[in-house]
């Protein structure tokens, strides 16, 4: 990225702009044209993985944007699919998403998930490489508990700078957040609207018309209040893409941020997770 002065978060040597444009669930030209879009618009970082479907897509609508690539922050996610047991597997992944995004490296790339099926013994010594390398200027997690970033954290002789989860109002993370921010990891935050369980809850609408603004706003600034968190909101539809940018400017006050945190609880999940996903930090 260039010398801007990004609204960022930074972790090792990570500079990571705050609000991303997720993009789960989003397919074909909607997809190409949301992209676009976003970064034509401001947007300076884009998230997607292999797991979604779209590296394609995503980089065409990069392509189509025509914003250097050096102004924006690009992430992806493999698969454990794509590393069982053989961490060159893991290394023609990387190479694949690169050949689909249309670039020669991203700025970040992320395990997706833990697996007992995959030792990272081998795959986090293989995403090390791939920093080496060039083909990704920082690496990461996803989906991982306390338990998996100690086991990581021991084979990596690189930053892990992010372990991106599901994080809202309505979901506990503090125990996660705290060792998260002990260890110099950012939280990046996807799913931050609940599934858009923010938009029904009385607390936030009373807070948003409070500050004359959505409900979906009101979520990413609070979240976006700590310093070591970073929110990647998903949206298909090019209508929403400046109100999640307009949330960087809203700004909550300490009673109202306490309001907000108040609303988790043990069972706020909202996303299906698979079969392998890891026994979740209290």
């Known amino acids: 990225m260039s010398s801007k002065n990004y609204n960022i978060r930074t972790a090792g040597q990570a500079n990571i702009p705050v609000l991303g444009l997720g993009t789960w669930q989003s397919t074909g030209q909607d997809c190409i044209d949301v992209v676009s879009q976003g970064l034509k618009m401001g947007y300076e970082h884009i998230d997607t993985a292999q797991a979604y479907g779209n590296e394609k897509e995503v980089g065409a609508g990069i392509k189509q944007s025509g914003v250097a690539r050096d102004k924006f922050f ?14 060159e597997k893991l290394v023609a992944a990387a190479k694949r998403s690169l050949e689909d995004l249309g670039t020669d490296y991203v700025d970040l790339l992320l395990l ?35 338990a998996n970033i100690i086991e990581a954290k021991k084979y990596a ?7 991106q989860v599901e994080f809202h109002p309505f979901i506990k993370q503090n125990t996660l957040q705290t060792f998260l921010n002990n260890h110099h990891i950012l939280l990046e935050a996807y ?13 936030i609408k009373e807070i948003a018309d409070k500050h004359n603004v959505t409900p979906a706003q009101i979520s990413l600034a609070w ?13 298909s539809n090019p209508d929403h893409l400046q109100g999640n940018l307009d949330a960087m400017k809203v700004q909550l006050s300490a009673d109202e941020l306490e309001k907000i945190g108040k609303l988790a609880s043990s069972d706020g999940r909202k996303i299906e997770h698979p079969d392998y996903s890891p026994v979740w930090d209290d």
């Open 191 to 203: 799913s931050p609207l609940a599934r858009g369980d923010v938009f029904d809850n009385e607390i």
């Open 112 to 146: 997706h998930w833990p697996d007992d099926r995959v030792p990272l013994s081998e795959t986090i010594p293989a995403l090390c490489e791939l920093q080496k390398q060039g083909l990704t200027r920082h690496i990461g997690v996803s989906n991982f508990n306390i």
């Open 74 to 87: 690009l992430t992806t996610k493999i698969f454990p699919d794509d590393m069982k047991f053989e961490p």
């Open 223 to 235: 979240i976006l209040s700590d310093k070591h968190r970073v929110a990647i909101p998903k949206t």
């Open 157 to 163: 002789d690189v930053p892990i700078v992010v372990n």
